[in-house]
């Protein structure tokens, strides 16, 4: 009795945190997230493709790979499934909806380890390596718009 | 006079690398990244002013630090003093004259510091610490918006 009691005094917390987040910041800080990524998606691919400096991916993987371990699924709210942050929400209803939990799940674990690895690669100095891994990173990104993104 | 040509074909890379982002992009980028460590500073602030967990607020510094380390100087690009990415840009142009150079560097240096600081003490899991650098960290992105941002 008394876990459960704490089990629902648990909830009644995480519900009240969530409470304090609107909707629309919400999905704000998620495309926020998301744009930051991009911006620093762009340039690894810039120096992948140009000439390459080190450092650059080493602070852009960073950035990368600290906004995929920090717990994004937070901003996904309940109500958050459609409204306006910046601009009007791409994600899916779908993403939300409990018969697509383990696929979302396994979508997130492989971007997190992919992020990660991003970040290794990056700490290497090697330009091929470093080539090799966006691409997989970049796919792990796919997985994710493909099936939960509406198209622009 | 090899190299004042070095220079100067660095200085072509530069402005050549500069071009392939437009400012409205350079301008979203900026906006995004910002308002990525804004949700990660209410994390932060949301922790040490109620139930502490160490490991959010370690995630949350991370996202901080990586941003902050992130060399985000690239994205004030020159005809980025105004203009709109997601919204109108709040930047003042003061922030882009040479006469500022060093308040300003003094501004990112300090910011960069504390941000540092921050993901080291959220490490050690000290709630009181965690809460006295994240009023410093704080006041260092005060410095710039009293300065160099217009009020909403």
């Known amino acids: 009795m008394k876990k459960l009691m ?13 409470a304090q987040m609107k909707p629309e910041e919400a999905i704000k800080f998620r495309q926020s997230a998301y744009a930051t990524m991009a911006w620093n998606m762009h340039r690894i691919k810039d120096n992948v493709e140009g000439k390459y400096n080190k450092d650059e991916v080493i602070k852009a993987a960073n950035v990368i790979q600290s906004i995929a371990n920090s717990g994004m699924g937070a901003l996904y709210l309940p109500g958050t499934d459609k409204g306006k942050g910046w601009v009007e929400t791409r994600v899916k209803p ?41 691409e997989k990173l970049g796919g792990s990104c796919k997985a994710c718009h493909d099936d939960f993104r509406t198209k622009e």
């Open 6 to 18: 704490l089990a629902l005094v648990g909830v009644t917390l995480a519900a009240s945190a969530a």
């Open 94 to 134: 779908e993403l939300f909806k409990a018969e697509n939990k383990e696929k979302v799940g396994k979508i997130a674990t492989d971007f997190n380890r992919e992020a990660n690895e991003m970040a290794k690669v990056a700490a290497t100095g090697d330009a091929a390596a470093t080539k090799a891994q966006f």
